[in-house]
């Protein structure tokens, strides 16, 4: 039997879209909460073996037993393997803070903790990735390929003259946006790959790329097209920052820095601020990836300049694998395509 309801009243749907989003919220809460229980459950667990371990000389065959007797207790439950005790145990020991667990450690998945666990032994740089985790989401393969290219390691290290041309709140985010080197493995082009290349492969794989690059990066395009005083211009990368409010110029290169970027780059942004710049946006930032730099040279270079630039090195593959060689175009067969191209304008 089809039922017939009446047409909807005025508000229905905002009021239908607000309880669909309360069910929602409320259905993650809810997994949170048990996650946080299993979490606290194995820390205390893994906290009785290790005092009892550490007081009495207990062996791993007392482990052993102890999880046969537990599985046989509660055969409903998974997760009692000798093995992950001893995880439990390890975790009690990486975390031997309660509240430390209540309040971070417990909001992450257990399979996030033991892969943090197994790769990270510094306790700061442990905690900086449960953050992470915690603020943008990250799945198990997410947070194991950010400690495998070493996030940690490498964000905020970008050359910048962000103190000097932002304010402090924005300075400091943009400056901890920005990481270097970069890394760019998921590309199939040899290591001395012209930069065209290396910029089609990047939007090619254009969801890896924006992960390397990091939370709160949209992608605008590519070769953007800027028209001033009737010339036209291409910007080689263009981003919009979602949580920097502002557009995000990334030139491409593929030797290692030289002054005269600064001032092409510089040129775009007064561009990108007078011609795309929202009253609401902030002032436009400005990113150079090359392949070295000498650090007195980008010092020099961003001395003076009143626009936000940031300059980056990024990493490709070291070496491909044989079968890949021979099915990656030749230089001459790029520089051909380049030719004929219309996009082959200013791409220096």
């Known amino acids: 039997m089809v039922r017939n309801y009446p047409t909807k009243p005025e508000g229905y749907a905002e009021l239908l879209g607000e309880l669909k989003t309360r069910i929602r919220e409320a259905r993650v809460r809810a997994a949170l909460a048990v996650n946080s229980e299993l979490v606290l459950l194995y820390w205390s667990i893994g906290r009785g073996i ?23 207790a509660f055969p409903e439950m998974k997760g009692l393997s000798s093995r992950n005790l001893l995880f439990m145990r390890n975790l ?15 909001q992450i998945p257990w399979g996030h903790n033991i892969r943090l666990m197994q790769r990270v032994k510094d306790p700061s740089e442990r905690v900086w990735y449960i953050r992470a985790c915690i603020e943008h989401g990250w799945s198990r393969n997410v947070l194991e390929m950010q400690i495998e290219t ?55 794989h254009i969801r890896d790329f924006l992960l390397e690059l990091g939370q709160g990066f949209s992608f605008v395009g590519n070769q953007y097209r800027l028209e001033v005083g009737g010339e036209d211009f291409y910007i080689d990368l263009l981003f919009y920052h979602l949580k920097l409010r502002c557009y995000v110029v990334l030139e491409l290169k593929a030797g290692g820095f030289k002054p005269e970027y600064t001032g092409k780059l510089n040129f775009y942004l007064s561009a990108v601020d007078d011609l795309l710049r929202h009253p609401d946006d902030q002032p436009s930032i400005g990113l150079i990836l090359c392949r070295g730099r000498n650090e007195t040279v980008v010092e020099y270079s961003l001395r003076d300049l009143s626009k936000p630039l940031g300059i980056s090195e990024y990493q490709l593959t070291e070496a491909l694998p044989e079968k890949l060689r021979g099915a990656l175009p030749s230089v001459e067969e790029i520089e051909a395509e380049l030719e004929e191209s219309p996009e082959g304008k200013d791409s220096d």
């Open 50 to 72: 290790l005092t009892r371990q550490e007081g009495r000389s207990w062996g791993a065959k007392v482990v052993d037993r102890l999880a046969a007797d537990l599985r046989k």
């Open 92 to 106: 009690a020991q990486a975390w031997p803070d309660v509240e430390i667990v209540k309040q971070l450690v417990s």
């Open 150 to 204: 070493g996030l940690y390691r490498r964000r905020g290290g970008a050359s910048s003259n962000f103190e000097r041309t932002l304010p402090a709140p924005q300075s400091d985010l943009a400056r901890e946006t920005l990481k270097d080197p970069y890394n760019f493995d998921f590309l199939a082009v040899a290591d001395d790959a012209r930069e065209r290349a290396i910029e089609r492969g990047l939007v090619e």
